[in-house]
Nanobody, 125 residues
Framework: QVQLAESGGGLVQAGDSLRLSCAAS????????MGWFRQAPGKEREFVAG????????WYADPVKGRFTISRDNAKNTVYLQMKSLKPEDTAVYYC??????????????????WGQGTQVTVSS
């Protein structure tokens, strides 16, 4: 089992950058694929980015491609989401998630087994 804690959210202006972090407990962090999801008010939770156990593979939702970068540091038990050129439509609660199975390209939330509590990102226009 793994516990996840997101941080780094906040209020920024359109065009700004922000980096989210997700710290994981336990010694087996490198055995989990990781992902970031987000949920805007009144909308369903949606996939943002995913990364494989080693970090060699990453994949992104179309709305964030070229602007967001997911990475991980297995020595620090941490996954990151670097967000650039933020837009008001990026406003949401951002969640990190861990999955036991190594499924490259996983985008469905039911494929992820553990979730953090989320961190709010608000982008003003």
């Amino acid at each position: 089992q793994v516990q996840l804690a997101e941080s780094g959210g906040g209020l920024v202006q359109a065009g700004d950058s922000l980096r989210l972090s997700c710290a994981a407990s336990g010694r087996t962090f490198s055995s989990y694929g990781m992902g970031w999801f987000r949920q805007a008010p009144g909308k369903e939770r949606e996939f943002v980015a995913g990364i494989s156990r080693s970090g060699a593979n990453t994949w992104y939702a179309d709305p964030v491609k070229g602007r967001f970068t997911i990475s991980r540091d297995n020595a620090k038990n941490t996954v990151y989401l670097q967000m650039k050129s933020l837009k008001p439509e990026d406003t949401a609660v951002y969640y990190c998630a861990a999955k036991v199975l190594e499924l490259i390209g996983s985008v469905r939330d039911r494929e992820y087994d553990y979730w953090g509590q989320g961190t709010q990102v608000t982008v003003s226009s």
